[in-house]
């Protein structure tokens, strides 16, 4: 998998001084499936609370794949840089990529989806970005030049 990463390793983990992980991952979904997986070590190794990790996973998992599906849908060559700042209290995340411009230059803002429905009628998506943002304290997207740049941080619950 073509990748970069640097981890820096630390005993004490605190919100002052937090374990940085940094990442060039393709906007591959099985690249991307890797990537979530070796990251799972990585958490571990940091002592993270559970809930956090969980919280982490999800959120990560749902940005990198919605990257590789919009962003590039269509397209060869997408490049993911991924900034991770690793603390006790919360996870900061700096997605950066060269693909498509969100629609409207915004993050999308849904409802949560209707679940009581029969389950015939179940919605199949539109979890996700009602998951994110209820998963994370500061979400913030912004184009630059040729490229996205998102920022999530994904406090302790």
């Not at 940085?20 to 958490?43: G, H, M, W, Y």
């Not at 490049?79 to 990529?97: G, P």
């Not at 803002?109 to 998963?135: Q, Y």
Request: charged content about 25%; some cysteine.
């Amino acid at each position: 998998m073509p990748r970069d990463a640097q981890v820096p390793r630390s005993e004490a983990d605190t919100s002052k001084n937090p374990r940085q992980i940094s990442l060039t991952i393709s906007a591959d979904p099985n690249d991307i499936r890797v990537c979530l997986t070796d990251l799972k070590v990585e958490f571990a190794s940091a002592k993270l609370a559970t809930d956090l990790v969980i919280n982490t996973e999800l959120v990560l998992a749902e940005l990198l794949n919605n990257i590789a599906e919009h962003s590039f849908s269509g397209r060869s060559g997408g490049v993911i840089k991924l900034q991770i700042a690793l603390s006790c209290n919360a996870v900061r995340l700096v997605l950066e990529d060269n693909g498509r411009p969100m629609p409207n230059l915004s993050l999308p803002d849904p409802d949560r989806p209707e679940l009581d429905v029969a389950l015939e009628n179940l919605p199949e998506g539109g979890f996700g970005w009602f998951m994110i943002r209820r998963l994370t304290s500061e979400l913030s997207y912004s184009r630059i030049g040729q490229r996205n740049q998102l920022i999530a941080v994904i406090p302790l619950p």
